[in-house]
């Protein structure tokens, strides 16, 4: 059997990765900086919880910055932002996300096992801290993207009662910049070799909303549209 700090050890590793799991919208995209460039990705079309797609966020590397696109055919909020914009407000969080990493999933379970005492109290005081800092990162963040601080103060509550979930403050405060483009006009800002590859995935997603939607709903049109436009653009380039 387990001991009591192996357990431990697992439970905030568990809790880490189920805040990596994230809910999206058919056709939604996940855009993530590359360089000078971008990718976009999408959730996995065979998940699925309550009928929405499930992403995993990368476990290894949440200090990379990660955007959620528009669904199809919903309008910009009046305070959205462009992707790159929101990348550097929020840049300034990196180095604690990293720091947050190691103290929570390495740091920390080491701890329980090799050096109870002062280190583990020490290793938890500096956890908490780090996650202070990063809720005062993620506030300036927002207010320098003309957005309410509040907007993360679920994040920061949750961050402080459980702290595996502080790990993921700074793509989770991504997630929560609105956006101006959904993922068909997100696939401009990508490389041309990405391209094809990211409208495929994208054509598949809407098909799937297709076969979900009325024939008589006001979206079915739009979707059949949007599908001809994309395969068409498919056709040119091939």
């Known amino acids: 059997m387990l001991a009591a700090e192996g357990l431990v050890g697992l439970v905030l590793i568990g809790l880490y990765l189920f805040d990596c799991l994230l809910t999206l919208q058919r056709a939604q995209g996940l855009l993530e900086p590359r360089g000078a460039h971008w990718s976009l ?100 963040g927002c207010r320098t993207l003309g957005l309410p601080a509040t907007r993360v103060a679920m994040l ?36 041309a070799g990405d391209r094809g590859r990211a409208r495929t995935e994208l054509l598949a997603q809407l098909r799937e909303a297709l076969e979900d939607e009325d024939e008589a709903g006001e979206s079915y049109p739009r979707l059949v549209a949007l599908c001809a436009r994309l395969q068409g653009e498919s056709d040119d380039r091939n």
Do not use: E, K
């Open 156 to 191: 920061a509550f949750n961050g402080l009662i459980c702290i595996p979930l502080s790990i993921n403050m700074m793509r989770r405060a991504l997630l929560r910049v609105p956006m101006r483009r959904d993922a068909a006009a997100s696939l401009r800002l990508l490389r």
């Open 41 to 140: 990705r999408f959730p996995s079309p065979h998940y699925a919880i309550r009928g929405a797609p499930v992403a995993l966020l990368n476990p290894l590397t949440p200090a990379r910055p990660v955007l959620a696109t528009l669904p199809p055919f919903v309008a910009p909020d009046a305070r959205a932002v462009p992707a790159s914009r929101a990348v550097r407000a929020l840049r300034a969080m990196r180095a604690s996300t990293r720091a947050q990493f190691v103290l929570v999933l390495i740091a920390l379970p080491y701890c329980l096992f090799y050096a109870p005492g002062w280190p583990l109290l020490a290793v938890l005081a500096g956890a908490y801290a780090n996650t202070l800092a990063l809720i005062l990162l993620a506030a300036r």
